[in-house]
């Protein structure tokens, strides 16, 4: 398993494509926090991972391309754009990624978008 903060969330970013939310969610601490800024926050890792499965109910497809990313000790952002497939229609959506990441686990990922882009 990969040691820097800013390697888990190349890895974690990268996993996103295969829609796994087991996978996904073991990269969260056991009280992580999942939190798209617009809307409400999951908190614990059994409601990240209950988030995860209702994402990937909505979503055939994901992607992040990751245009930059910075780390700073503990604390990783990335600005990307992720290209969802939802219901029929492809959604290129910019967003920006805050990572918290405590003993090589994901302890807050924040992400910041435009939800009417996200709305369509």
């Not at 988030?51 to 109910?57: A, T």
């Not at 952002?77 to 959604?91: A, F, P, Q, V």
Request: hydrophobic share 45%; aromatic share 10%; net charge negative.
């Amino acid at each position: 398993m990969t040691s820097s903060p800013d390697a888990i969330v190349t890895e974690f970013c990268a996993a996103w494509t295969r829609m796994d939310a087991d996978e996904l969610a073991a990269y969260f601490t056991e009280d992580g926090v999942y939190h798209n800024i617009p809307m409400a926050a999951a908190e614990g890792r059994e409601a990240v991972h209950a988030m995860l499965v209702g994402m990937k109910s909505m979503i055939s497809s994901i992607r992040f391309e990751v245009h930059h990313q910075v780390a700073n000790g503990g604390v990783v952002m990335n600005e990307r754009t992720d290209h969802l497939e939802m219901g029929g229609k492809t959604i290129a959506l910019p967003v920006v990624g805050v990572f918290e990441i405590v003993d090589g686990k994901i302890r807050a990922w924040r992400d910041y978008f435009d939800m009417a882009q996200f709305a369509g």
